[in-house]
Structures are given as C-alpha cells and as structure tokens.
C-alpha cells in the first residue's frame, strides 16, 4: 500500500487555479521534492494533505484512509503527519522544550516525564538540548527551525511535510537545518520537501518533481532532472535557480 | 492642624470600612467582567453569524449606555420582573457586565494580534481547535492583553464609587454619611480621594509587578 | 385618578399605559438629554484645553513642569468621578457658590483633561522628534514650534482615541444626576417616581436615548476623521 497516495487534486482561489489536476504516490522511507516557481501551488498541496487547506476536487489518502473525506478525525491524522513551516511557527509562549513535548503531552496523552524524555531526546537528535530552556525569540533562525524539526518528530509521524524550511533563513544558517534533515531522510523518514536547495534533492531525494502552474510538468530521479531535463520549462527554471543560489 | 488630624482619626474606621465593601464589590466584578470578557471575546473570533451578532449586541448595548443607568435597571429595574437583588450585589454584576463589554474588545485585539501561524502549527500537530485555542492562543493572548486589563481593573476600582447611589455602603457613601453630620465635606471627601489614590497606586504597582513576570521574550509589545 | 374605580397606579399588566407616558414625556427627556449635551460641550471644551496644556507640560515642559503636569493628571484620574464631583460641589461650596452645573462642568471638565492630555502626549510622542528639531532648526521657538507643527500633526493622530474619550465623557454626564443636574437621567427618575414603578422600561428608555446620541456622536467623528485625512496621516487601526 502506498504510504501517500494524491489522487487528481484541483485547487483555486477565486479565478486563481492554483493545482490543476495533480497526482502522485509516494512509498515509506522515501523522500521526494517538489520544486517550481512561486505561487504554483506547491505550499498548497502540502497544507492540503494535512487538510490544513481543503481541496476542491480530487482525493489525497495516507496509508489507506483518505484524509479529505469529512468524516476522517482529522486531528488524528494529522498528529500522524509532521509539518514543518517556513517561518517556523514556534509557540511563542513556550521554552523549546515545552514546543516539543506539547504535542506528545496534550494530544497524544502522554505522562509529564516520558514527554520530557521524548522531547530531550529529540532536541538531542537535532543537536539543540542545550537549548531546552530558551524561548523562541532567543533561538538564531537556524536553532529556530531545528526546534520545529524536532516538534515535528516527537509526534512520531508516518510522513514529514517540509514546506521551503530553509528559505526564511540567512544563508549561512541554511547548513545546519539541511544537515538535520539529511540525517532524517538517510535513517529511513518518509519525507516530502518543497525546496530549492539542489544539493539537499541530490543526495537523499528519490524522486524531484516539478510543479508549474498547478500541474506536474516533469519528475525523474535528482540527477537525471537536474542534468537532462525533458522539457524545456522544466530546464529554465532549474537555470533560474542556479543563477540566483549557486 | 490637631483638629483635622482629630477629625482624620475619627473619620477613619467607617471609611475603612466603606473601603472594604468597595473592595468587595470590586472583587466580584473583576472575576465575573474578566471571564465574561474572555467569552464575548472568543464568541466574536471564533462563534457563527448567530454567536457573533448576539456578543456584538451585548457589546454594543454595554458600551453605549452609562454605567449608572446600566445599575439603576439592574438594582431598581429587575424587581419589575421579579429579581431582586440587594445594592452591593447590583453594583458589583452591572459593573461586571459594564466592564466584560469593554474587555471583551481588549481581549479580542490581543488574541488577534497572535500570529495566524501558531494555530496552523498547533493544528499542523494534531491538536482540536479547542486544544489549541486553550494551549497555544489564549497563553500568548493572555500576555498581551495584561496593559489593558490592568486598566481597566483600575477603572473597575473607581466605578465601585457608584455604589452608594443606590444605597450600598461603599466609601462614598460612608464620606457623604460623614459630611452629612459634620458640614466637613473638603475635608472628608479629600480624604476619601487620598484612600482612593493609595489604593489605585497599590493596585497599579502590584500590577505592573504582575506584567514584569508574565514578560516572555519576544511576545508581546514592550 | 382613573375612572374605572379606585386609585390604581399603572402597573406592568398595563404597560402600554407606561409606554403612552413616556411619548408624552418626550420632550421632557429630550430636554434632558440637551442639558446633558451642554453639560458635555462644556466640559469637553475645558477638558480639551486642560488637557492640551497639561501634554504640552509633560513632553516638552522642564523638569518641574513636566512633574506637576504628571501629579495633576494622576490626581485627575485616579480620584473617581464621583468624589471629584461631590469635592468641588459640596467641598467649594464653601467658599464659591456653584450651582449643580457648573460644578459638573469643573469636576468632569478637569477629570477629561487629565484623559485627554494622556491621548495627546501618545499623539505628540508618536510625532517624530525630528519635527520639533528641524522646526527649531528654522529658529521657531519651542511654543511656535508645538502650535505651527507638532500640534497639526499630534491632533489628526488624536481624533481615533479622542472619540472614545467623547463617548465616555457623553456616558459621565449621567453621574451629573448625584449632584443634582436635571439631565437625562434625572428626569428619568422623576417619571418612575411618579408612576410608582415602571423603572425597568423607564430607565430602558433612557438607556436608548443614551445609545442613540452615542452612536449618532461616534458616526459624525468618523466622518469628520475621514475629512482630516491626509497621505501619510490615514485612520490607524481600527
């Protein structure tokens, strides 16, 4: 069974048709990303999946239960799947280990001390338990979003959902944040990153797929995409990219 | 000077006592506007069409009429209908709902002032609507709101003065008591406003301290 | 008394009777409402000044100033109301002799100064301070300098939370009543005195008067808001 299945998925806003008919699947343990230029609805499909947005047409189904069906517990699917968003969106309110080990406490019900534990062990896995105590505004953008990443795994989730989490941060915090990641999708998380970071897509995506204009133009293997793209859209807009990152 | 000092002294334990009746009026309608504020609030932000024009009615209704009037129909007015309540009650639940009117629209600017990320995030996790309003948007709110609220309850102590219009007896009513008999009416109502300052100060003070230790860094204005 | 027999006084079960009275008294509250409004006029009209004066002395006043500005504010508004009323009626009676009014116009006057001089200093201090410099640059005197550049500026920024102001002090003029003022509320009393009861539907009937004349007052400030716009200078918040 496919772990993520988007089935013909169709989205507007107003005039604005911002997915036209996208489908893919993905299996666990992979890692696939979405790449396109801006406004083509990547965010979106990514926030439809946890039906943080809800579609207009089409079907999206993880691990057999299909989440846009209203009658799905929604909350419970979603404490299923992880999203970590561009501007990180840590509980301000709370030290980085209270984000962490909220999700595990009040949704999943978890004691006080395992939670403590889980979240130690995650901020340990993201290299920042000697953070445990700070509040977001005192973390660098790069410990920021390496706190969500974190949030994200304490929920022990089926699917991670990367939504461009390293395109709010100053390039040279850009590092720390790919390397966690790496080190996630390498230890077997099924993982779907919308980025544009090349060098992340080469060494651990199985899959790229470009999105223009709501629709799925091409998808290949990193290498094969990056070096010999098929279209000729798909082609410009990867000499885009590498003119203005590198 | 000895005179007045006399008179001080001698005035002193029926203002005190009105004191202590007015802070009594002011605690119950702290805790009572407050919840109540919270509430209207949520039910603005968060209620259906049948919610939201029922809270901005109440709202409106509080806010526009004054406050003496609002405890004239409770304290004289109900009895019409058949409730009757006694005038230290009345005060205490018209100021309430004279001042949840007011905080109602504090509480609504500062829960709104929470990024719309953080219920994304906390819904992202799992959490219900419910949950993350409680966990996630109310704590932050909650900060913001403390200039405001403290305020308010300041202005929630000063109405308590109304009291003695319909007869409860707060410090007002003891201080007119106390002209009545004596003609001394700078004198006693100086010191009844001096009360009234030490009072407001204290409770100022006491909630500045409170804001200091709620400050989480980064939320929130300065 | 009423033909049917006996001295019965209108009670709920006859309740258009209340209702009938408070047409006919119309006018009457109306007129107290107009008193009401006079009140407000005048105390508004002092408050203002006070109030100007007072921020004036507290952000560009000198050190003595600037703290007797602040003590009279905090003075102004931490005293309630009422006994800021009942010291200047019952209390100066002694030595000048107020009338009701013109007591309530001093005592509410002054007390919406001390409000008013807080929304002014919010509205100077949002004033970038280069202004006052580069008015003095030009050689204006500081008093020249606040009346020719800050103040234009200040009172556009003022008009929002002044509305507000407006409306509470419109609602303050109701506690005129405990020093004796015929206003509004006042005459509201005389009629369920004199109805023996009926005071929920009286006193409603005022509140609605009272509601109307601040939504009606809320309305012309905005509209008068939106005149003073200017580029640069648009509605803030809310």
């Keep these: 069974m496919n772990l ?15 997915l036209r008919g996208v489908s893919f699947v993905m299996q666990k343990g992979e890692t696939k990303v ?13 926030k439809c999946i946890n039906r943080l947005i809800s579609l207009d047409k089409g079907k999206i189904w993880l691990e057999g239960t299909e989440v846009t069906n209203p009658k799905t517990n929604i909350d419970m699917i979603r404490s299923t799947i992880g999203f970590v968003f561009q501007d990180f969106n840590l509980f301000a309110h709370l030290t980085a280990l209270d984000n962490v080990r909220i999700g595990p406490m009040k949704v999943k019900k978890m004691k006080r001390r395992e939670a403590t534990e889980l979240a130690m062990e995650e901020l340990h896995r993201v290299g920042l338990e000697d953070k445990a105590d700070a509040y977001p505004a005192e973390l660098s953008g790069g410990q920021g979003q390496r706190v969500s990443i974190a949030r994200a795994l304490a929920m022990a989730p089926k699917l991670i959902l990367f939504d461009e989490p390293t395109s709010a941060l100053d ?3 850009i590092g720390e944040v790919l390397e966690v990641m790496i080190d996630l999708a390498k230890s077997g998380m099924t ?9 992340f897509s080469r060494s651990v995506a199985k899959e790229v797929i470009f999105i223009e204009k709501g629709k799925i133009i091409e998808k290949g293997s990193p290498s094969q995409l990056f070096t010999a793209p098929k279209h000729k859209r798909t082609e410009e807009f990867l000499h885009k990219i590498t003119e203005l990152y590198g | 000077m000895a005179n007045f000092i006399e008179f001080v002294v001698d005035s002193l334990p029926n203002l005190l006592r009105g004191t202590l009746i ?19 609030a949520l039910g603005r932000i968060y209620g259906n069409k049948v919610i939201y024009a029922l809270c901005t009615i109440y709202i409106e209704l509080f806010r526009g009429t004054p406050l003496l009037v609002q405890i004239f129909v409770i304290y004289l007015g109900l009895p019409d209908i058949g409730i009757v309540l006694t005038p230290v009650l009345s005060v205490s639940i018209a100021i309430g709902l004279n001042t949840a009117a007011y905080q109602a629209e504090y509480f609504r600017g500062a829960i709104q002032s929470v990024k719309g ?4 995030a906390a819904r992202a996790i799992g959490m219900s609507k419910f949950k993350a309003i409680i966990y996630i948007i109310l704590p932050q709110g909650l900060r913001i709101v403390i200039p405001q609220w403290s305020n308010e309850v300041i202005l929630e102590l000063k109405m308590t003065s109304l009291g003695f219009a319909v007869g409860a007896t707060e410090l007002m009513a003891e201080a007119k008591a106390i002209g009545f008999k004596t003609f001394r009416y700078t004198e006693v109502f100086m010191l009844a406003a001096f009360i009234y300052l030490v009072i407001v100060a204290l409770v100022s003070t006491l909630l500045k301290i409170l804001e200091g230790k709620a400050r989480i860094p980064g939320l929130g204005s300065p | 008394m009423w033909e049917d027999g006996g001295c019965e006084a209108p009670s709920l079960e006859e309740s258009d009777v209340i209702f009938q009275i408070l047409i006919g008294e119309l006018p009457y509250l109306l007129e107290g409402a107009g008193i009401a409004l006079t009140l407000l006029a005048a105390l508004l009209g002092l408050g203002f000044v006070f109030g100007i004066v007072l921020a004036i002395l507290e952000v560009y006043g000198d050190r003595f100033s600037s703290i007797l500005a602040a003590a009279i504010e905090f003075f102004f508004r931490g005293v309630p109301a009422i006994v800021l009323l009942f010291l200047f009626y019952y209390g100066l009676s002694s030595i000048l002799d ?14 919406s100064g001390a409000y008013q001089s807080q929304i002014f200093k919010g509205a100077f201090q949002s004033i970038a301070s280069g202004q006052m410099l580069a008015a003095q640059t030009l050689g204006m005197s500081k008093i020249k300098a606040v009346l020719y550049i800050i103040l234009p500026q200040a009172m556009r920024f003022a008009i929002g939370p002044w509305s507000s102001q407006f409306c509470g002090d419109l609602k ?20 369920v005195a004199y109805t023996y009861g009926n005071a929920l539907t009286v006193y409603g009937f005022c509140a609605l008067i009272y509601l109307i004349l601040t939504r009606a007052g809320t309305m012309i400030l905005y509209r008068l808001e939106d005149r003073l716009c200017v580029p640069g200078f648009e509605r803030r918040g809310t």
């Design chain 1, 4 to 18: 993520l299945a988007i089935e013909d998925v169709y989205k507007s806003y107003g005039d604005l048709e911002v």
């Design chain 1, 34 to 46: 979405l790449i396109g230029p801006s406004g083509t609805g990547k965010s979106t499909l990514l």
């Design chain 1, 171 to 173: 390039p040279e915090l």
């Design chain 1, 191 to 199: 993982m779907l990153v919308v980025s544009h970071e090349m060098g």
């Design chain 2, 22 to 40: 007015g802070l009594k009026i002011w605690i119950i309608c702290i805790s009572s506007g407050t919840i109540l504020g919270i509430l209207l």
């Design chain 2, 117 to 120: 990320g953080q219920m994304l």
């Design chain 3, 98 to 111: 107020l009338s009701p009014f013109a007591a309530a116009v001093l005592a509410l006057g002054l007390r």
């Design chain 3, 172 to 191: 303050a003029t109701s506690f005129a009543y405990l020093v004796g003022v015929s206003e509004l509320l006042r005459r509201g009393s005389y009629i």
